[in-house]
């Protein structure tokens, strides 16, 4: 799965995913565009976001900015980030690349179908 990660999201994550197979590109290697941008981006690239920041959700549900599946790490600390972000995208792949939205945390999971 192709995946942009946020600059919130732990550098460290990207190691684990790629590991894992996935194409990941952590946006914190540049200068921070912005929500609107990194969304643009991500979405351009066909890629899943994955962020901690809500507004992201806001973007693409009240503001009907177009993406391509979003992730939201709730309540997980860096050093657990890249293992709730896996099985985010391994149970939930098909729902993302439909373009939902996945809220998860260490022991919950919430999901918004795509077709936003």
């Given at each position: 799965?192709?995946?942009?990660?946020?600059?919130?999201?732990?550098?460290?994550?990207?190691?684990?995913?790629?590991?894992?197979?996935?194409?990941?590109?952590?946006?914190?290697?540049?200068?921070?565009?912005?929500?609107?941008?990194?969304?643009?981006?991500?979405?351009?690239?066909?890629?899943?976001?994955?962020?901690?920041?809500?507004?992201?959700?806001?973007?693409?549900?009240?503001?009907?900015?177009?993406?391509?599946?979003?992730?939201?790490?709730?309540?997980?600390?860096?050093?657990?980030?890249?293992?709730?972000?896996?099985?985010?995208?391994?149970?939930?792949?098909?729902?993302?690349?439909?373009?939902?939205?996945?809220?998860?945390g260490k022991n919950r999971t919430r999901k918004r179908r795509g077709g936003m």
């Open positions: 799965m192709k995946v942009l990660l946020d600059t919130c999201v732990s550098q460290q994550a990207k190691a684990q995913l790629e590991a894992a197979g996935h194409d990941v590109v952590w946006v914190g290697d540049e200068p921070d565009p912005g929500d609107e941008a990194i969304l643009k981006r991500a979405h351009s690239e066909q890629r899943v976001l994955v962020t901690l920041d809500k507004d992201f959700g806001t973007l693409a549900i009240l503001h009907n900015q177009p993406h391509c599946g979003i992730v939201r790490l709730v309540a997980v600390n860096s050093t657990q980030q890249e293992l709730v972000c896996l099985q985010a995208l391994q149970d939930n792949a098909e729902d993302l690349l439909a373009g939902a939205i996945i809220t998860a």
